[in-house]
């Protein structure tokens, strides 16, 4: 992409309304645009990164075996009011009347509508175990939204629904969710902690949440400091091992790591008080079983072996899919701008044209541009006719992992600069090595 083609409207100054660091750079790097209170158009930038992140979690997802599909936003009222929830879940529900009187919501979530689909086809166990999800755009009417799209009112969230015959394998279900999610993390560069939790309105037993630790994080968390020596890397996992997802919720979740709503004093201070942590996180995912608490109201049962029908034992797991930009910014950031994880960033790489107009350095620049485009890369490349200042400060603010820069002095050497946007080294090289670095 050239930059004098895009649309990229990055501000000046820093926008008054904005409390914290992701959200003050969003809109600083023109990622989205406030259209009303906690609701948000995704400009270019913003829009491509969403799509980066929702790439991997379905990628993830996949992987482990579960199956995409997509429900509406808009959901008739009266699922709702099958399991009971359509009174019970309160203001945070925005709901709707259509011209014909009849009932309808924004979904804040799918547990109904996802079992009254299960319902409708599946009737033995046969099709079991069964895990379908979507990446959907939720609406809760938060009472106070805030922080750009870390609370939003209209969010993106991956939901996804276990049906399985027995406790057992639901909560193999639920380990399997667990893996997958640190898998989803760490390839965005994020290190998200479970946390034993609080089940809230979906209601159920299990529960973790998945916190990355920030300084603005809304939730309060306790740990051991030796949760946070864990990563997942790039084992090899057999989803279909009850053993081996076993083994990983075992070693992510044994060590002390709870959210304030479970928090026990006399379990924490049994811990080492040197590893005792008092921090605070921002919720980017969790998973729930809850058993028959929606297929037994709903009359979602199956046939079982012995032909008897049982209603099926269910879970739900989310990922906040738009929260997560804010977070991977509050994690991955300093004081010029946004650092992206390789995993996630808009373009691979810039370029920057030190003298726009010189035909060395333009002719340099647009073979770059070419030849990494043909290695399958995405540069963005500051083709404007501005001061180098202007230049660098805009590519430090969108934080793309690195920074070709070209100017006619180098390209008389046969060298231009490659830049590490996180350590922020640079480095004269031939174009080709630029390219091989980057690739
Ligand atoms: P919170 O405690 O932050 O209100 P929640 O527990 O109500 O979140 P869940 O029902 O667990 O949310 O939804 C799954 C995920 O969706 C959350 O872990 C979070 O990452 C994301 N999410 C929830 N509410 C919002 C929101 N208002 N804006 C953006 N993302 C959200
Ligand atoms: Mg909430
Ligand atoms: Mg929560
Ligand atoms: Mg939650």
Known sequence: MRLTRYFLPVLKETPAEAQIVS??????????????????????????????????????????????????????????????????????????????????????????????IFRSYVSSYKALPLTLYH??????????????????????????????????????AYNRHLVSYLRTYERMGLQAIPMRADSGPIGGDDTHEFLVLAETGESEVFYDSAVTDLTFGDRDIDYDSVDQCAAIMEEFTTKYARTDETHDEALFNAIPEERRRVARGIEVGQIFY?????????????????????????????????????AIIEASHDDKGIIWPEGVTPFHCGIVNLKQGDGDADAACENLYAQLTAAGLEPLYDDREERAGGKFATMDLIGLPWRITVGPRGLKNGVVEVTSRRTGESEEMSPEAAIARIR
């Open 290 to 326: 809850f058993g028959t608490k929606y297929s037994e109201p709903m009359g979602a049962t199956v046939q079982g072996p012995d032909g008897k029908p049982v209603p099926v034992h269910m879970g739900s797991h989310g990922i906040g899919v738009s929260r997560l930009m804010g």
């Open 23 to 116: 959200h003050r750079y969003m809109l600083r790097a023109g990622m989205i645009k406030q259209a009303s209170a906690g609701i948000y158009s995704w400009l270019p930038l913003g829009y491509k990164v969403l799509k980066r992140i929702e790439q991997i979690v379905h990628e993830e997802q996949i992987r482990a075996g579960h199956i995409p599909l997509l429900m509406p936003t808009l959901q008739g009222a009266d699922l709702w009011r099958e399991s009971g929830r359509y009174d019970d879940y309160g203001e945070e529900m925005l709901r709707i009347t259509d011209r014909g009187g009849r009932d309808l919501l924004y979904g804040p979530t799918n547990e109904e509508m996802i079992t009254d």
């Open 135 to 172: 990446i959907q755009w939720k609406f809760r009417d938060e009472i106070r939204p805030r922080f750009g799209v870390m609370r939003g009112r209209e969010f993106l969230m991956k939901d996804g629904y276990n049906f399985d015959l027995t406790k057992e394998d639901a909560l193999h």
